[in-house]
């Protein structure tokens, strides 16, 4: 009976609420039509009275004198009589005096000398008041005009209604707005009932759809209708419902979607409680610590298990404990130093790089192990639906950073071989500078000459090292910016022609450059596309014995253009080929045997490096075939606008 009753009080509370404000907007309305109508009735009313005040005027100009006064008062009197609403004229001189008045006995009347509508017409033309009249003991309204200029008037006309005549003219209207107004208050009384009872009605059932809830029954809707408040209380109660029902189904979800994120990284994480088990890791984990033993739990399988099954290695062991040196335990007497005071944020974080063999070769981990907060019940042992109180364990995070120790190693590298081909030649530069500074140039001139050459020779090398060094500076920049341009091809190729037409014919080659009809034009950086061909050039024509063959062809590709420097010299081994690219490396065997004797032709090492940053600069790439005592093919491919 108490789910019945409720609604009935509702229903009452809300009708009442409508109709007092219905009730009371309506009174409002009505009332301020009234007095709208009142006021406009009013001004009407006066200007109707200043409109008659203006004609008699007319009427009497010139005439307001003592001697005119009964011919001015039957005046007065007849346009009164005219007037069904009892219009009151008074005629009077400038001095108060009255000369007529169409509802009194001018002898009988004083002076209206003091009169404020009167003095008001004689100063600025017209005068209005409302006030009681002594003469007829009622409230009049008054409009008084003056006769005559403002500088010589000749009196005061005025004319007057009674106000209770005024608010008979209105008495009708007034009477049919508040009928209206009364009707309108009782349908509204009516409306607002139905309108309650309209209200109540999804009310009644969204609360016992809500009761269906609280009970458990999830399975209860309420009908959604419109696009109201109601209709969005019911649509928030199914939506209650609906989730109430599918928070398993969306845990469930939420724990696949973060397996799915850490099985998807490629950094592997492995997080171990205070009591030294694994609460969570992930496959990159396993395949990071344990390469080459297939039969090892996979990494889902490690929760539950302690670290050291888990985990072979001995420093990233310490890094999942809790406990590290100078550290105390979770366990610790109250008053010791502990590790979980503060914020994981707040804690330190330990770092080890060690070396793990894999089947591929060795790979560099970084391994950084830091404190994080777990909640107690992610903990073996602990209570389901216990405590939320967080304790703190350890998180491991394994990176990969084999490229990055390579990198470094490659830079490390470089340094030391830069440093050491700048020394041999200022080292032999410098002993030849003190042998000659020891001969007796005048006595031993030829030893002289030797030793200046041996300076030139590595002053020489030295000059062409510095260069190669600063054009791989140039080509690696990532400051520097590429300028493609079309580029001639026949004139292009016949200024390579010429700028190496003397090496190779003090070498007596065949040269050779190809370029299809087809190819008239491609788009390059000149500068950069130049230096690539003359490091490919000075390659070609220096291991390439005399009478051989050195070929330039160009060839059209799809959306690119091929250009192959080919001879058939020495040639490279296939364990040499992979190495070729690298900064400072020299084929050691075939090729110092094709120098001969001549240490000045030795290369710098550095011209494939730069041949290789170059083509990658216009977003080209560069392949080599070789074979011992064949030749040598090196492709460079360029990228072409479309």
Known sequence: MQSRKRPSKLLWKLFAGHAVLMVVALATCALLIVRGLEEFQADELTEHLNAQAITLRAMVRGQLDVAQ????????????????????????????????????????????????????????????????????????????????????????????????????????IRKMIWTIAIVAMAATAVFALGLARLWTIPIRRITRIAASLSRGDLSARAKVRGSDELARLAQSLNEMGDHLSKQVSTIDGQRQTLEALLNQLEEGVVVA?????????????ARLLHPEDPEHPAAHLW????????????????LLLSDGPGQKRHDAPDGDASPTTGKPADRPTSEVRLEVHHP???????????????????????????????????????????????????KTDFVANASHELRTPLATIRAAIETVMNIDVGQDAESARRFLQVIDRHSTRLEALVADLLALSRVESTSREVKP????????????????????????????????????????????????????????????????????????????VAVEVADDGCGI??????????????????????????????????????????VASMGGRVSLTSELGTGTRVTITIPQPS
């Not at 409680?273 to 984990?285: E, F, V, Y």
């Not at 929760?303 to 310490?318: M, N, T, Y």
């Not at 050691?588 to 011209?607: D, I, K, P, V, Y």
């Open 485 to 560: 341009a079309a580029i001639d091809v026949c004139r292009f190729c016949g200024e390579l022609s010429d700028r190496w037409a003397n090496r190779v014919n003090e070498k007596q080659l065949h040269w050779d450059c190809v370029i299809p009809s087809d190819l008239r034009e491609m788009t390059a950086d000149q500068d950069v596309i130049t230096m690539v061909l003359d490091n490919l050039l000075d390659n070609a024509i220096k291991f390439t014995d005399l009478g051989g063959h050195v070929s330039v062809t160009f060839r059209s590709e799809r959306d690119a």
């Open 69 to 172: 006064s009964k011919r001015l008062d039957r005046i007065a009197k007849e346009v009164g009589e005219n007037e069904a609403d009892g219009l009151r004229v008074t005629i009077m001189a400038v001095d108060g005096t009255v000369l007529g008045d169409s509802q009194a006995d001018v002898l009988q009347m004083d002076s209206h000398c003091d009169r404020e509508e009167i003095q008001a017409a004689l100063q600025t033309g017209r005068g209005e008041s409302t006030r009681w009249s002594d003469t007829l003991g009622r409230t009049l309204m008054y409009v008084a005009v003056r006769v005559g200029a403002e500088e010589n008037p000749e009196g005061v006309v005025r004319v007057a209604l009674a106000t209770r005549t005024i608010g008979a003219r209105t008495q009708a």
């Open 573 to 614: 081994s296939p364990q040499d080929q992979e190495r070729v690219f690298e900064r400072f490396y020299q084929v050691a065997q075939a090729r110092s045997q094709a120098e001969g004797a001549q240490a000045s032709s030795r290369g710098t090492g550095l011209g494939l490096a730069i041949v290789r940053h170059a």
């Open 303 to 318: 929760v539950g298990r302690s670290i050291e099954q888990c985990v072979p290695q001995h420093d990233l062991q310490r």
């Open 360 to 410: 591929g070769g060795s790979v560099t981990l970084l391994a950084r192990g830091s404190y994080i907060e777990i909640p107690a019940r992610m903990v073996d042992g602990a209570t389901p639906g216990g405590s939320s109180k967080a304790v703190t364990g350890r998180i491991l995070a394994l990176t990969d950073i084999t490229e990055i120790a390579r990198t470094i190693q490659m």
């Open 273 to 285: 409680g205070p009591d030294g088990k694994i609460i969570l890791s992930n496959p990159a984990a």
